[in-house]
Each structure stands twice: as C-alpha cells, then as structure tokens.
C-alpha cells in the first residue's frame, strides 16, 4: 500500500529539547515536503527535498532543519523548540513537481510547553 | 507575493443543495492548482490538477474549473460524506521555485441531511 509514516503521532515535550519527527515513504518519490498547520493559517510550507540531497527553504523555516540522505526519508529537527512551534506537522511526497498525486501523511500533534 | 484565497471560510449546504468554493490566487505564471481534501484529523487527500484557464476536471460530485484569476470547486447535488475542508493551492512556473505550494485557507464544507 502507498503510503506516508510520520512518527510520532503525538508530542508533548519541553522548551528547549531536541527532537526529531521521522518521515518515511514507500513509493520511491523523488519529492517531499514538510508543511505546519495551524488555525486560521491554513497549511505552510516548512521544507522541501527535490532529492537525494537536495533541500530548500518554504515558507517558514526558521526553527527547523531537514536532512535527505536516503529517497525515502525526510526527518524534521527541531533543535531547540519554542511554544510557537506547537502545531500539527504534516509529511508529504510527490512523484516529482508536478504535484500530481501528492500524499500526505496521517500529521504529527506536536505541543511545546 | 503568491497568494491564494479561499472563499467562503465555510459554508453549510443541506444535502442536494448544490454550490461552488472559490480559490482566488495572484502568482506570476501558474504551473499548476490543486485542490485536496481534508477530513478532521487526518492528512489532505489529493483531488485534482489544473493546469491552464478552461480546464475542467471531475470526480463523482465534484467538478473543478479555472480561470486566469481563479478557480472553482463546484459540488453537486452534496451528500453528508461530502463534509471537510476543501483545500487550494498553487505552484508558481518559476524554476527556482518549482518545489513551492502555496495554500489558501480552506473552505469548512458541512452538509446536513
């Protein structure tokens, strides 16, 4: 099945604690993103990975960082949280940009206290 | 700037009321809109490309058409599983850009039997 992993489903940590949240996709898609949603600002745009390799900036970048070094995965860092970083993190995964068929994955709660 | 505007914010239809969600963008050269779909708590689902004013697409109940200036997602004769929100986005024909989504907001569609 086609599909997008995020992991982990839920977060609750503190200010300040490193973490990672872990994308994985089993289509072999060149492209993945990392997008944020928040109320009342609809979903915006982290990161992006048009390869192996290849990373560039979206939207929102600030507090985050993103490594590809294989197709499949795309973790998130968070190196240092903030409470407004508290938000619903979505992993997604395209053929390529042309967009069509992107997938989403199933969304990470993540609260920063 | 790329924007993209979603109108309404939301919209309560009685089931096989039929009516139309706007999606009004500004973005120097359209590459392509997408329209996706989003249940309560889960990732966006994937409904449609468009790629150039006249296009029309259509799936089941659903029909998407553009403009040079915006695009429309018309539902017809809605049932209460046609209830979520309806998501708008645009990639900008910019080659440094290509890997960039911008999305609107989201119209909340609710239909009630």
């Known amino acids: 099945e086609a599909q997008v992993t995020q992991n982990p489903r839920y977060l609750i940590t503190v200010t300040g604690k490193k973490l990672t949240v872990t994308c994985s996709q089993n289509?072999?898609?060149?492209?993945m993103s990392w997008y944020r949603q928040d109320p009342g600002l609809g979903l915006r745009q982290i990161y992006y990975?048009?390869?192996?390799?290849?990373?560039d900036k979206g939207d929102v970048p600030e507090g985050y960082k993103v490594s590809r070094k294989e197709k499949r995965n795309f973790p998130l860092i968070l190196e240092s949280p903030s409470p407004n970083q508290t938000s619903l993190y979505f992993c997604a995964s395209s053929l390529g940009t042309s967009f069509t068929e992107q997938y989403f994955g199933p969304g990470t709660r993540l609260t920063v206290t | 700037e790329d924007q993209v505007t979603q109108s309404p914010e939301a919209l309560r239809l009685q089931e096989g009321e039929s009516s139309s969600l706007n999606c009004s963008y500004t973005v120097s050269g359209l590459r392509g809109l997408f329209w996706y779909r989003q249940d309560p708590g889960k990732g966006p689902e994937f409904l449609f490309t468009l790629y150039s004013a006249g296009e029309e697409k259509e799936k089941e109940r659903l029909k998407a058409t553009l403009t040079k200036k915006e695009s429309f997602l018309h539902i017809t004769a809605p049932k209460p599983e046609d209830s979520a929100t309806y998501l708008c986005a645009v990639q900008a024909n910019r080659g440094s850009t290509l890997g960039r989504l911008y999305f609107g907001r989201g119209t909340q569609l609710t239909v009630w039997p």
């Open positions: 990975s048009m390869n192996v390799e290849v990373t």
């Open positions: 289509m072999n898609h060149e492209y």
